[in-house]
């Protein structure tokens, strides 16, 4: 797999996947902690949500800043590890107020700054060499892939962890029951004959005080969510061991600025040194503050990211050059498109995971529940990688395919025939499958580039991107067809006569099968695919040299205010029909699409 490539490829490689391990838990995880733990509503654990997300982002600026002024890339990324250890170890903490934990969160965004942006620049300086310069777009693949080995795996350990404090509790799991205690607690849970019901089969036993019930159930499925926090900060260790012992392979400088260009720059570095980094001081402060107190409207709160970003666009254009500014502006029209890709896509954490819980089936037959425990999902992508080897020319890769298909083959089997009927699943667990298709479809995609390229008929990175907010479309069309018919969680909430606000939950007969949203998460994966590894060389490539470092940040940066774009999918979650909230990101996919396609020569011919 690192065939071709320089031995830092490697190191970073193996340093990103760790901290995605941790990254991924939260995406997993978080808003279904926040909610279980503090009685969120889905509107309010949205915009926590969206703020965490958008700080992870948006400090990938300070990171850049900080490393492209002292030029110390490697000691930026060291710092961030660290930095996203401490907040993981706050998260793992059980019983920490609101505030607390949301302080952690923090510290995770800017730790995460720190490193993601930086990292990348690193990946990127490693392909400048003209040796390694045409496998750069496999590079970043490849460097793709290794974020989402340790993503696939979270999900699995995170409700591995949760179920198991809750059994030490004498507890079942059910994803719907935290949201049934806390509207108990408060009075405004209608159908009670229900929680009844659901309480006497998690607990093995009929519950003769539910109030006792749900305030027990609450603290053992948070309290679980803590300790998978844990293993999340285990993970960074992992990281940080890597990355401290191998890191003399990664470049220690960034790209050398031409001599004709040497006076300018130095000038501009001390601008944007002055002018960026005190704004940004005053950025990590206003998202700490709303991370900690969620007192403003979500319009405004949108209005700063969005000023923020357009401050950045300003800057970039007063400090460029008239040299560099065509590859700015390229770099820039691309971030306004990748926005709106976000916006949509990292529903996954979100609306799609409220989905997820509320929406597909709580209980599978033994064929599915392959796919949602780790051993047989394991077995199965053995058996079926075995099955491909079947076809190489290799003789000694058919036999070796040939063994693994017959025996993890057999061992799948052997785990189907020994689950239940019906078979409980959690809905963090469709969080693995994202990652799960990333690992196994990016070399069939970097296949059918490198055949496309012999053909000269490869698309270029911009087109590329067009390509794959299309094909995002497509799979929030998959979800929308399958929430056709469902009731919408506006419906199930009415005010009584005394004025207060009843609570249902979603009835059986509006759940549906877990592959309507695995489909989902498979095209949009390809989509992703087209989209954010060819991203992130495209950035490489075009960044001004003296730029590179914050172009990164720039990237992270139209990122962040596209998951800042997340709260709309909350806010309308009990507002909308279900069809017509995934409208709104089918729309937007869409005419990302058309601009990026109207705008494609001067993309393309900004990297020649």
Not at 222 to 241: C, H, T
Not at 459 to 464: G, Q, V, Y
Request: proline fraction near 4%; charge should be positive.
């Amino acid at each position: 797999m690192f065939k071709g490539h320089p031995k830092g490829l490697f190191v970073a490689f193996f340093s990103n996947m760790g901290e995605r391990f941790g990254f991924y838990t939260m995406m997993a995880i978080l808003v279904l902690f926040l909610q279980a733990r503090y009685g969120l509503s889905e509107e309010d654990a949205g915009s926590y949500y969206s703020w965490f997300y958008f700080g992870i982002y948006a400090l990938a600026l300070v990171g850049g800043i900080l490393a492209d002024v002292s030029r110390k890339y490697k000691t930026v990324i060291l710092a961030g590890i660290i930095v996203m250890f401490m907040g993981y170890i706050i998260m793992a903490l059980p019983g920490n107020p609101l505030a607390i934990t949301l302080t952690g969160l923090f510290t995770i965004a800017f730790g995460n700054g720190l490193f993601k942006g930086n990292l990348q620049a690193v990946v990127g300086q490693l392909y400048d060499d003209p040796k390694y310069s045409k496998v750069r777009d496999s590079a970043f693949m490849i460097f793709y892939m290794g974020i989402n080995i340790g993503a696939f795996f979270a999900p699995f350990v995170a409700t591995g962890i949760r179920n198991w404090f809750l059994k030490t509790q004498g507890f079942l799991h059910d994803g719907s029951l935290p949201a049934m205690c806390h509207a108990f607690q408060k009075g405004s849970l209608q159908d009670t004959l229900k929680f009844q019901e659901l309480a006497d089969k998690v607990s093995g036993m009929p519950v003769a005080d539910l109030g006792v019930f749900a305030q027990k159930y609450i603290d053992a499925f948070a309290r679980g969510y803590n300790y998978a926090f844990g293993i999340a900060a285990g993970a960074m260790l992992v990281s940080l061991a890597v990355y401290i012992i191998f890191n003399k392979l990664l470049p220690s400088v960034a790209k050398v600025v031409k001599a004709g260009d040497a006076s300018k720059p130095k000038a501009n570095a001390n601008v944007i040194s002055f002018m960026l980094g005190g704004g940004l001081m005053i950025t990590t402060s206003v998202v700490s503050y709303f991370l900690l107190r969620n007192v403003v409207k979500d319009a405004a709160a949108l209005g700063a990211a969005v000023g923020l970003f357009i401050g950045f666009i300003a800057i970039m254009f007063q400090v460029s050059t008239k040299e560099e500014r065509p590859r700015v502006t390229s770099l820039i029209l691309v971030f306004i498109v990748v926005i709106f890709f976000w916006m949509s896509f990292h529903q996954n954490g979100l609306t799609l995971t409220f989905f997820a819980r509320d929406y597909t089936v709580k209980e599978v037959a033994p064929f599915t529940n392959i796919f949602f425990n780790l051993e047989s999902i394991l077995a199965f992508i053995g058996a079926v990688a075995g099955l491909v080897m079947l076809f190489r020319k290799n003789t000694v890769q058919r036999i070796t395919g040939g063994a693994m298909f017959i025996i993890l083959g057999g061992l799948t089997y052997y785990f189907v025939t020994q689950y239940n009927a019906t078979n409980p699943i959690a809905p963090e667990v469709f969080q693995s499958f994202n990652p799960l298709f990333i690992v196994s479809l990016t070399f069939p995609v970097m296949g059918l580039f490198a055949w496309l390229s012999k053909k000269n008929l490869e698309p270029s990175a911009p087109k590329k991107i067009g390509i794959g907010m299309i094909i995002a479309a497509i799979g929030f069309l998959i979800i929308l067809v399958a929430s056709l018919g469902l009731i919408s969680p506006h419906e199930l909430q009415y005010v009584d006569a005394g004025g207060v606000t009843k609570y249902n939950p979603v009835p059986d007969s509006s759940r549906v099968a877990p592959y309507w949203l695995i489909s989902s998460y498979l095209i949009m994966t390809i989509a992703e695919l087209f989209l954010s590894p060819m991203g992130l060389s495209f950035v490489s490539k075009v960044a001004p040299p003296r730029f590179q470092g914050l172009m990164q940040g720039g990237w992270l940066l139209a990122t962040a205010v596209g998951n800042k774009f997340l709260f709309i999918g909350s806010k309308f979650w009990g507002v909308l029909d279900l069809w017509q909230l995934w409208s709104i990101f089918i729309v937007c996919c869409v005419l990302s699409a058309l601009f990026i396609f109207s705008i494609m020569k001067r993309l393309e011919a900004s990297t020649k």
